[in-house]
C-alpha cells in the first residue's frame, strides 16, 4: 500500500468483519516528537492471544478470498523501518487495538494520504457503525463523533445530498484546519 490511509482502510474492514460496532481511529502527529502515530481500536469479537501474534504472518489470514493477508505484516514493517513500533492487543469477546508509530521526517516513511476522504468513505459506507474519527497535529485536534449526528437525523439517510455536502464540509474544514508545520 502507498499510503497510510489505506492501511486504515484495511484495518477498519478488519474490525467490521469482527462484528465491530463501534471503531475509534486517531491519528496523531507530532512535530516537536517527530512522531506520526496511528490508532484502530474495535469491540469486535477479539482475539486470543495465539492468533494475535499470528496477525503479523503474511500467510496467515481469516479472509476466505484470499490465502494471504498482507496488510498488517507490510504495516509492522513500514513502521519498523522508520524507526517506529507496531503493537496489537486484543481480548477474546471484548474488541482489538492496534497502534502503529512512525518516525514522522524519516525519509521512507509512506506519506498519510488522504484523511478527510478516507474518514468520509468509512463514515458513508458502514452507516451501521459508531464512528470516532479523533485526528491531532501539534496539539490541535479535530474530533468527528457521528453520534449526535446520527441522533439528530433520526433516521434520515445518510446518503441524501445535502447531508454527504454537510458532514463533507465539516470534515474537510476540520482537517484542513490542522496545519502541520514543516
Known amino acids: 500500500m502507498r499510503e497510510l490511509t489505506l492501511h486504515l482502510l484495511d484495518i477498519a474492514e478488519n474490525s467490521i468483519a469482527a462484528g465491530a460496532r463501534n471503531i475509534k481511529i486517531q491519528i496523531e502527529e507530532n512535530c516537536d516528537k517527530d512522531l506520526l502515530k496511528l490508532v484502530v481500536s474495535d469491540d469486535g ?21 484470499r490465502k494471504v493477508g498482507l496488510g498488517i505484516p507490510l504495516l509492522k514493517e513500514a513502521a519498523e523501518a522508520c524507526n517506529g513500533c507496531f503493537e496489537l492487543t486484543s481480548t477474546l469477546g471484548k474488541g482489538t487495538e492496534l497502534s502503529v508509530q512512525f518516525q514522522r521526517s524519516h525519509i521512507d516513511r509512506m506519506p498519510l494520504g488522504d484523511v478527510s476522504t478516507t474518514f468520509q468513505n468509512l463514515f458513508f459506507s458502514n452507516p451501521q457503525i459508531h464512528w470516532l474519527f479523533e485526528y491531532r497535529i501539534d496539539g490541535k485536534e479535530f ?23 454537510v458532514i463533507r464540509g465539516m470534515f474537510e474544514s476540520g482537517i484542513n484546519g490542522l496545519k502541520v508545520r514543516t
Not at 469479537?45 to 478470498?65: W, Y
Open 45 to 65: 469479537r477479539g482475539m486470543s492471544a495465539e492468533t494475535a501474534k499470528k496477525v503479523i504472518d503474511p500467510f496467515v489470514t481469516s479472509r476466505t478470498t
Open 143 to 165: 474530533v468527528f463523533d457521528d453520534k449526535e449526528i446520527k441522533d439528530e437525523l433520526q433516521g434520515v439517510s445518510l446518503t441524501e445530498p445535502e447531508i454527504i455536502r
